[in-house]
């Protein structure tokens, strides 16, 4: 079984920067892929990022790319959002997820490729 506790959510004025941290625990998440979503109020849940369990190969939302950085740190069993130039559309509850089934670039953008999920961690922007 694998807990996933994200962390490193607030309130940002636009054009500020966050880092979300994702720590993974009960087992090794460094054979899994990584993804982030998020999920804004009256929306449906979206696909921001991942990365895969090597970190090697990254994805990203179209409407993020350019803007947010993924990355990890294996030996801490922990996967990390870097968010620049936030926008108050970013506003979301922002999640985690690990699973190893990801294994092209469709699946890492589909939330049902992954078995485990964090709580999420508010991120808010203000305009």
């Known amino acids: 079984q694998v807990q996933l506790v994200e962390s490193g959510g607030g309130l940002v004025q636009a054009g500020g920067s966050l880092r979300l941290s994702c720590a993974g625990s009960g087992r090794t998440v460094m054979l899994d892929a990584m993804g982030w979503f998020r999920q804004a109020p009256g929306k449906e849940r979206e696909f921001v990022g991942a990365i895969s369990w090597s970190g090697s190969s990254t994805y990203y939302a179209d409407s993020v790319k350019g803007r947010f950085t993924i990355s990890r740190d294996n030996a801490k069993n922990t996967v990390y959002l870097h968010m620049n130039s936030l926008k108050p559309e970013d506003t979301a509850v922002y999640y985690c997820?690990?699973?190893?089934?990801?294994?092209?670039?469709?699946?890492?953008?589909?939330?049902?490729?992954?078995?485990?999920w964090g709580q999420g961690t508010q991120v808010t922007v203000s305009s």
């Open positions: 997820a690990a699973g190893t089934r990801p294994t092209n670039s469709v699946s890492y953008h589909q939330a049902n490729k992954y078995d485990y």
